[in-house]
């Protein structure tokens, strides 16, 4: 049995080094060239923990292998998995463009009967038209049927998700097919739900818009919370103790980005557009995030006024922790509103400087670790949960930095320990420590 994948990002690379380790053979095909010459040798062009060693295990026993060529990708496969990218459109629809051209690619050259599953996601009754589509394109004699198999897997833990997913969702309009892709999951022995295509499709908008709501709820508690002078920590420790609320997703912070919930959401919300819809709760989700992710500048502006000439160090890049990916990362619109400012910015990220020096080039000063960024600095943002960030010991600001104040987006340090370290440290959702300015009417004054 033959399995494709059509895409090398992050779903497609590791559902083909995942199936691989499952014991199936894979082809994985992309279009760039470059980075399935490095993947062919063993290079993962990500940063994802233990991926790189799987992709080597599985190159030298002979089950995984890389091609550009689309021909050589489709001809002999049984089910060919397309995990190709859905970007967002400048009116927040999807994009489908990746996807038609891989549909194209394989309708044209598909020698025998064929599952396609689509891992991208897509809006609801693409498959559906996928399907009508490559009806048109592969010869009579063959039979292709199209199958949605929508993927969770978070960025940063890809492959203990895929292995421990917590259910795997299959929509087949055709019950032979979508058994086969069922029983392609044997392996992995996880729960499997299987609908119809259509919901397949909303389960993962819905799925990623609820994680986006808890989000986005519970950072307006925060912001609730500053005003009123409870706790954030404890109020979500308390809310989350509840099972029907749970404690997941509830961490308050700078606002969710990365390559899915922002693109997601909008992606949603244009589709609910398109069915003359108001999902009034979907709509303030998104606002509420873009907000959010203002909010530790805003402080600093309420705190210091013009910001212009101050040396800044921005401490974590990566949109979350255990990941280079820097896409819709809250770190990337702060630093550009520094940059408006003239600040002086130096910024530390443990994976995400590489891809941060491509965007904002000679802009900043890319330190080597938590010292190197804050020596020095008056000021200090605390974007991303980085275990060097959360584990640095506190002393070293007061040490290192002119006036140690800390604008952390992330919860990361108790208020104890910050206040006894002498810092000023301002937080999400709980009351600001050691601020000494004139702040009579604002809700940073502790
Ligand atoms: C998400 C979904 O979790 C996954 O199921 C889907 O397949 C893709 O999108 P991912 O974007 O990789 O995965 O990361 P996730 O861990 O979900 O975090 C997304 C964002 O939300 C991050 O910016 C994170 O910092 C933020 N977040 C998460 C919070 O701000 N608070 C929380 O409590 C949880």
Known sequence: MEITIFGTGYVGLVTGVCFAEAGYNVTCFDIDERKITALSQGRCPIYEPGLEEMLKRNLENGRLQFTYDSRLASKNADYIFIAVGTPENEDGSANLEFLEDAVDQIGKYLSRDAVIIIKSTVPVGTNQRIYQKLQGIVPDNIQVKVVSNPEFLREGSGILDTFHADRIVIGADDNEAGRAVADLYKPFGRPILQTDVRSAELIKYASNAFLATKISF????????????????????????????????????????GSCFPKDTKALEKLTEDYEYDFKILRSVIEVNSRQKQQLFEKARELFGNLQGKRVAVLGLAFKPHTDDIREAPAVELIARLIEEQADISVYDPAASGNAADLFGSRLYYAENVDAAIKGADIVFIVTE????????????????????????????DLANAESAGLTYVSVGRKAVNVNRNLENSRLRG
């Open 218 to 257: 519970i950072n307006e508690v925060a912001n609730l919370c500053e005003h009123t002078g409870a706790n954030i920590e404890d109020v979500a420790k308390g809310m989350g103790m509840d099972v029907r609320i749970g404690s997941q997703f509830l961490r308050a912070g700078i606002g969710y980005g």
């Open 386 to 413: 980085w275990p060097q960030i959360t584990q640095y010991d506190l002393e070293r600001f007061s040490l290192l930095m002119r006036e140690p104040v800390i604008f952390d987006g992330r919860n990361c340090y």
